[in-house]
């Protein structure tokens, strides 16, 4: 969502004709709701939309509590990892502490930074490229990141074995869109793929091999895969929006994190 803003700010993107786009009309009004980015939907069209959360490997880990608290737990002291991702991890201490992941208050960044320079001390590393393979592998216990990255990985027969959860508290949301560049040479064969990719029986196709579910709300009729969660599950999960120059406040922050 935050890089549609950008592309909006910079004037890439063409003004959509939604009369071009039919099936339009079978996108889910709970993620249309979401779209604040681009909330007329002049330029852009949601493709999917998810979350990050927690994920827990219950052969290492007995019981836990659904909350971002998790990362409080010494007894999980370096079985554990967080996203090497500035918003998203940003995004789950903000949420724990009751704030904005967009917030732009500077007291409630400070407090974030301490909250997650408190989760570093219990974490193996922050990492965004073999959570997936770690957790399945046995190398960690608990990782935050894209439950799909990691479902993918793990034989049917074991899947009992993990769970990904929601934190209590909420969590953030992402929306990946399709747009038309301004200067894209067949926009009518766009419009034509755009409207192709919100027929249920595609949008299907695509929810079965990602394991999450398709903002395309008659697609579940034609669904194979046990999904992942439900698009009803992310009420309580908050679009990361472009901030702007602001974004220096969480750059700043981070840096210290991560140092």
């Not at 880990?61 to 991702?85: A, C, F, H, P, Q």
């Not at 903002?215 to 309580?236: R, W």
Request: glycine content about 6%; aromatic content about 12%.
């Amino acid at each position: 969502g935050d890089h549609v803003k950008m592309m909006i700010n910079d004037g890439l993107l063409e003004k959509l004709d939604l009369a071009k786009i039919p099936n339009f009309k079978n996108i889910d009004p709970i993620v249309l709701d979401k779209t604040t980015y681009d909330p007329e939907h002049n330029y852009s069209v949601p493709y999917m939309m998810g979350t990050t959360g927690v994920i827990v490997n219950k052969k290492f880990v007995g019981n836990y509590e659904k909350s971002w608290n998790i990362y409080e737990r010494t007894d999980l002291k370096d079985k554990m990892t967080l996203l090497d991702d500035m918003r998203e991890v940003f995004g789950a201490a903000l949420k724990y502490l009751g704030y904005s992941v967009n917030s732009i208050n500077p007291e409630e960044i400070e407090k974030a930074k301490q909250l997650i320079l408190k989760w570093k001390n219990n974490i193996l590393k922050f990492d965004a490229t073999t959570y997936a393979q770690g957790i399945v592998n046995g190398e960690f216990a608990v990782v935050h990141g894209y439950p799909e990255n990691v479902f993918q990985l793990i034989p049917e027969d074991q899947r009992g074995d993990f769970e990904f959860f929601i934190p209590k508290e909420g969590s953030t949301l992402w929306i990946d869109s399709m747009v038309i560049l301004k200067d894209a040479k067949n926009k009518e064969l766009a419009y034509k793929f755009i409207d192709f990719i919100l027929r249920p029986e595609i949008a299907a196709k695509i929810s079965d091999f990602l394991m999450i579910p398709s903002p395309v709300t008659e697609a579940s009729k034609y669904v194979t895969s046990q999904m992942i969660y439900q698009i009803s599950d992310l009420q309580n999960c908050e679009i990361i929006d472009y901030l702007g120059e602001k974004i220096d406040l969480y750059n700043k922050a981070w840096e210290e994190i991560v140092k």
